[in-house]
T-cell receptor, first 114, second 115 residues
Framework: AQSVTQLGSHVSVSEGALVLLRCNYS??????LFWYVQYPNQGLQLLLK??????LVKGINGFEAEFKKSETSFHLTKPSAHMSDAAEYFC????????????FGSGTRLQVQP | DTEVTQTPKHLVMGMTNKKSLKCEQH?????MYWYKQKAKKPPELMFV???????INESVPSRFSPECPNSSLLNLHLHALQPEDSALYLC??????????????FGPGTRLTVL
């Protein structure tokens, strides 16, 4: 079975500050890992994905994440927060084979203070 | 076109009604998914279709009935729902080859309210 744990249901940062959203995974097989963003009353948009290529993954809107097998982590970072980054962020895991259904973490709501 | 569309955007129905949710994609994807998202919760998988055949049913009650009439369309038929079924229903699709092989594209969702 696979699962992801997101530490911190709410994170608040100032505009221009570093964004760090934490995600740890549990998987008996090499996982594929994803970060999605969800704005209010909208669907999910893929920010970035790890599929066993480079461990440092760059995504859209200036976000990046690093896959660390030794720490079973896939934390999301952005050097400088923007007001438009305020949203719900979900870390998700899937198998590298089969139907690839996603299992999501509980989510982290990011607030950006002016 | 990298878009997954869902209709309607909002749906209010009584417990005795029959309604359907529709999802459409024109990316040539052959895997399609239904997820249910309750308020302030993550999405949870309901069904997976692969090559228009149901491949995963996550023990969803029979009042939810999925249908994949062709490779571009995915429906979710609703009948005799309960108020606790009120949620955002998300559709996603994934390519089974090429660059989108490992990526699910999500639609905007249908916000369902059961009275």
């Amino acid at each position: 079975a696979q699962s992801v744990t997101q530490l911190g249901s709410h994170v608040s940062v100032s505009e221009g500050a570093l964004v760090l959203l934490r995600c740890n995974y549990s998987s008996s097989v090499p996982p594929y890992l994803f970060w999605y963003v969800q704005y209010p009353n909208q669907g999910l948009q893929l920010l970035l994905k790890y599929t066993s290529a480079a461990t440092l993954v760059k995504g859209i809107n200036g976000f990046e994440a690093e896959f660390k097998k030794s720490e079973t982590s896939f934390h999301l970072t952005k050097p400088s927060a923007h007001m438009s980054d305020a949203a719900e962020y979900f870390c998700a895991v899937s198998r590298a084979t089969g139907r690839r259904a996603l299992t999501f973490g509980s989510g982290t709501r990011l607030q950006v203070q002016p | 076109d990298t878009e997954v569309t869902q209709t309607p955007k909002h749906l209010v129905m009584g417990m005795t009604n029959k309604k359907s949710l529709k999802c459409e994609q024109h990316m040539g994807h052959r895997a399609m998914y239904w997820y249910k998202q309750k308020a302030k919760k993550p999405p949870e998988l309901m069904f997976v279709y692969s090559y228009e055949k149901l491949s995963i049913n996550e023990s969803v009650p029979s009042r939810f009935s999925p249908e994949c009439p062709n490779s571009s369309l995915l429906n979710l038929h609703l009948h005799a729902l309960q108020p606790e079924d009120s949620a955002l229903y998300l559709c996603a699709s994934r390519g089974l080859s090429g660059s989108s092989y490992n990526e699910q594209f999500f639609g905007p969702g249908t916000r369902l309210t059961v009275l």
